[in-house]
């Protein structure tokens, strides 16, 4: 009577261990916070803020960010949002790269390819990583100069561009881009955020599993 007591109680812990084991608690204020001004219209995405400035940017762009995407929930759509405040070509920055999203869209591109080599964004943005990261260009011309980086890396000219950077479309998603200030003062970029309220505190991060499972705890709050 008593070894099948014993048994009994071993296998409640070893049930807990288990349970233990497969379940992450993630604590607001530590892993992510809630956004006072939330992202409008941002149910069912987790939205990326990034900045061409930023070395954390590249390095997540480099290596984390690629790894991640294809591994979201298929029910929540990965949206980039660049940061214009940043940078002293964050305006021209931003409007590239809204132009090329656009581009990319158009072309059938879903946000899970825009990791690969077939979208224009990324082969932009890595352009401007490389240039200003790497090779420490600062474009001391002024603006052409720096969109010129952006355009030869994706085959377009500056009247293609100065064109396309007026479509409504365009300034549509420039304008859902603004919210990008609001999530960077919190605690710069790059910034990850859910459904357009809950914010991933990533120094917190400690793998791309990790930060799969609080991004899938998150979007059913």
């Known amino acids: 009577m008593m070894f099948r007591f014993v048994k009994i109680i071993v296998k409640s812990f070893a049930l807990v261990a288990l349970l233990a084991g497969t379940s992450f608690a993630f604590t607001e204020g530590t892993d992510y916070v809630k956004l006072a001004k939330p992202i409008p219209n941002a149910q069912g995405t987790l939205i990326k803020v990034f900045s061409y400035d930023c070395p954390f940017c590249y390095k997540y762009d480099k290596k984390i960010t690629p790894n991640l995407v294809p591994k979201l929930p298929g029910d929540l759509k990965f949206r980039p949002f660049h940061l214009k405040t940043k940078g002293k070509y964050g305006v021209q920055g931003s409007e590239l790269f809204a132009v090329l999203l656009l581009k990319d869209q158009k072309a059938g591109l879903s946000d899970r390819d825009l990791y690969t080599e077939k979208s224009l964004l990324k082969k932009a943005k ?51 881009w603004d919210a990008s200030y609001d999530v960077a003062k919190v605690q710069g970029v790059p910034g990850f955020v859910v459904n357009g309220k809950y914010l991933i505190m990533t120094k917190s991060i400690t793998s791309i599993d990790g930060m799969v499972k609080l991004i899938n705890e998150l979007k059913t709050k």
């Open 126 to 176: 890595m352009a401007y990583y490389t240039a200003y990261h790497d090779k420490k260009e600062r474009w001391d011309a002024g603006p052409d100069a720096y969109l010129k980086t952006g355009l030869d890396a994706v085959g377009m000219t500056k009247a293609e561009f100065d064109k396309a950077k007026n479509d409504p479309q365009v300034k549509a998603l420039l304008k859902e």
